[in-house]
């Protein structure tokens, strides 16, 4: 748990860490490989974006779907790190990382159940599971976290500088990233004031 402090940089890219991260778990991943309905990746349409320092916050819609993303483009230039709401359930946001592939997935499915840790700053390390999902026509790979206390995250990421993943690979040494935290107060803040008023 130590180790997540001290990771602040990466020397390659997360494309290129995740290349490693996919190979050391294909053996196990079989046992939790789940197909999920086969359907092209949606495009959504991106509307009132907003820069707030390293973050920035926007809406995306298709039809009557409605979608509120503060997000953290800055720390890496083939990966990012948001939170999202949708309209009528704001109190139920979710944490979700993205990192762009070299070409589009040709389908939907779960890769990996990945054990995580999650740490601000300072604060204690939150040991979790992130699920790994392609999803297809897309280029992105995609982690999901499972999170019991998402409310008091968000509060921490508010107040914070970092924010560290670390994720593990077996044998070898935790994959870890590190994106900012500065802007995310202005960000996650605009976000749910947009997801609030949209049911209004």
Same mark, same amino acid.
């Given at each position: 748990?130590?180790?997540?402090?001290?990771?602040?940089?990466?020397?390659?890219?997360?494309?290129?860490?995740?290349?490693?991260?996919?190979?050391?778990?294909?053996?196990?991943?079989?046992? @939790?490989?789940?197909?999920?309905?086969?359907?092209?990746?949606?495009?959504?349409?991106?509307?009132?974006?907003?820069?707030?320092?390293?973050?920035?916050?926007?809406?995306?819609?298709?039809?009557?779907?409605?979608?509120?993303?503060?997000?953290?483009?800055?720390?890496?230039?083939?990966?990012?790190?948001?939170?999202?709401?949708?309209?009528?359930?704001?109190?139920?946001? @979710?944490?979700?990382?993205?990192?762009?592939?070299?070409?589009?997935?040709?389908?939907?499915?779960?890769?990996?159940?990945?054990?995580?840790?999650?740490?601000?700053?300072?604060?204690?390390?939150?040991?979790?599971?992130?699920?790994?999902?392609?999803?297809?026509?897309?280029?992105?790979?995609?982690?999901?976290?499972?999170?019991?206390?998402?409310?008091?995250?968000?509060?921490?990421?508010?107040?914070?500088?970092?924010?560290?993943?670390?994720?593990?690979?077996?044998?070898?040494?935790? @994959?870890?990233?590190?994106?900012?935290?500065?802007?995310?107060?202005?960000?996650?803040?605009?976000?749910?004031?947009?997801?609030?008023?949209?049911?209004?």
């Amino acid at each position: 748990m130590a180790l997540i402090m001290s990771a602040t940089h990466f020397r390659r890219s997360p494309s290129q860490y995740l290349c490693t991260l996919t190979f050391t778990v294909v053996a196990i991943a079989t046992m @939790w490989m789940v197909a999920t309905p086969v359907a092209n990746a949606t495009t959504f349409n991106t509307d009132d974006v907003a820069t707030h320092d390293h973050w920035q916050s926007m809406t995306l819609s298709l039809g009557g779907e409605r979608h509120y993303r503060a997000v953290e483009t800055h720390s890496y230039s083939d990966a990012t790190l948001s939170l999202n709401a949708t309209s009528g359930v704001c109190d139920l946001p @979710w944490l979700e990382m993205r990192v762009t592939l070299e070409q589009q997935q040709g389908e939907s499915r779960t890769v990996n159940l990945v054990p995580t840790r999650l740490r601000i700053d300072e604060r204690p390390v939150i040991d979790t599971m992130a699920e790994f999902i392609t999803e297809r026509g897309d280029d992105g790979f995609y982690a999901h976290f499972y999170l019991s206390d998402l409310a008091s995250l968000m509060a921490d990421m508010r107040q914070g500088e970092q924010l560290f993943l670390g994720f593990d690979q077996d044998e070898r040494e935790p @994959w870890y990233m590190t994106f900012s935290l500065k802007g995310a107060d202005a960000a996650i803040n605009r976000m749910l004031t947009q997801c609030e008023g949209s049911g209004t």
